[in-house]
C-alpha cells in the first residue's frame, strides 16, 4: 500500500479520493485508476490524456479534470516517480509487480 498512500498524499489524503470520484461522478476505483493511468502516460512519449484515457476506458474530458485537480503535469512527475520504484524510467514493470501482490501472484 505504500504507492497508494503516496498518491493519497499527494492528492491531499484519502478523502481527497472520495471527493474526486463525486466531482467527476465516477467511482474511488475510477479515480485510482486514473491516477495510475496518468502517471503511466506520463512517462511514455505522446499525449498523456489520450494515453490514459485509452488505458481507462475514461473520457478524455474527465482525466484532464482529474489532472487540473491535482497540480496538472508537474503532479505527474510525482506520480511517476512512485511508480517507478526502481528508477529505469519503465514504471510499467513496477505496475505489473504491484498489481501481481496484489492479486497473490
Known amino acids: 500500500m505504500g504507492l497508494l498512500d ?3 498524499g499527494q492528492l491531499g489524503g484519502a478523502d481527497q479520493i472520495g471527493k474526486l470520484a463525486s466531482q467527476f461522478g465516477i467511482s474511488e476505483e475510477q479515480v485510482q485508476t ?3 493511468a496518468l ?3 506520463h512517462a511514455e512519449p505522446g499525449d498523456t490524456v489520450a494515453s490514459a ?3 481507462t476506458g ?3 474530458d474527465t482525466l484532464q479534470g482529474l ?3 491535482i497540480g496538472g503535469e508537474g503532479a505527474l512527475d510525482k506520480i511517476s516517480g512512485m511508480i517507478d520504484r526502481d528508477g529505469d524510467g519503465n514504471p510499467v514493470n513496477d505496475i505489473m509487480g504491484m ?3 496484489l492479486f497473490g501472484r
Open 99 to 101: 498489481a501481481g501482490k
Open 58 to 60: 475514461l473520457s478524455a
Open 6 to 8: 503516496g498518491i493519497l
Open 67 to 69: 489532472l487540473g485537480q
Open 53 to 55: 484515457a485509452a488505458a
Open 34 to 36: 486514473a491516477m495510475a
Open 39 to 41: 502517471g503511466q502516460a
